[in-house]
């Protein structure tokens, strides 16, 4: 796979994490909620199920197939 391809991916899906946060934290402030460990974990969790299977499908193996 082309690696610029790679890279808009990783852009174009952290981008789209990056506005459900915004938005998540914005919603959270917005009921007057603070912000703990506990409200931040979805977000923690979100992140490590979004980019570890991506980091590790094309960067891991990537490296190992040249």
Known sequence: ???AAVIIRFLIIGVLWLAVCV???VRLK???Q?????SL????ASGIIVFV??????VK???RSK
């Open 53 to 58: 299977p991506l980091y590790k499908k094309y």
């Open 34 to 38: 603070e912000l703990t460990l506990l």
């Open 61 to 63: 193996n990537g490296r």
């Open 41 to 44: 974990f979805p977000l923690i």
């Open 23 to 25: 938005f998540y934290v």
């Open 30 to 32: 917005g009921q007057g």
């Open 1 to 3: 796979m082309n690696k």
